[in-house]
């Protein structure tokens, strides 16, 4: 029975790095996912991972207290890959956010099923999109892949780099930002046209009520825009995340 001690020792390290990153990431971290569906899957998986590991894993401390240290370290860890893919998902709320203002809905709110709370109606419609492409592509075993991949770049048991996290972060915040914008820019330049437009028919034409009769077009015009590049800008994000999640995969 001495093994038993070490294989739990090792199943605690991996288990706090591995719920770490179900908690957050994209598609498992849902708020509609429950949660013991979550610990579930981080129980199978740390059950499947923790025998290949348990050589390279730290011996169990002599103290409990000195055990604490080591477990924040791999909860850090797995935050830190958790949420470098969950923030590529608010590049659809930028996205949605910016297609709401320039196309005239931008006080049309709803209940966002993936944040669970009011947003701009484009931003839960993008979300939504998004998770159902995400697991339609397989991404979200991706995810999986690449928490167990992490422990050959951040053995268990080694301090998290803060430094070279926060940079990180830093990156998939801009990364996530531009994408959004991207995604956006159709309906930013017919928003730019159109507005110009509608500049140059009022000081010609002051009788024409131009506010009445340019929100029903701007409205119409902008969701026929939306539809038109609303493709691409989704396929273009689905391979922006495929390539955040893969940072830490060995393939």
Known sequence: MDWLPLYAWTGTLL??????????APGWGEQATPASFRLGLAVLVTAVIAPSLATVAPRPPADVILAIPLIISEVIIGLILGLGARIMMSALQVAGATVGLASGLAFAQQIDPIASQPSAIFSGFFSLMGVVMLMSAGLHRVMIEAAADSYTLFPPGALPPIGDGVQFMIDAVSSAFSLG?????PVLIFSL?????????????PQVQVFMTA????????????????GGGMMMWLEAMETQMRLFTLK
């Open 215 to 230: 929100m029903p077009l701007s409205v119409m015009l902008g969701l026929a825009v939306v539809a038109l590049g609303l």
């Open 181 to 185: 914008i991207q995604i956006a820019a």
């Open 15 to 24: 288990f706090a790095r591995l719920g770490s990153v179900l908690m957050v």
């Open 193 to 205: 046209i159109f507005n110009v437009a509608l500049g140059l028919v009022s000081r010609l034409i």
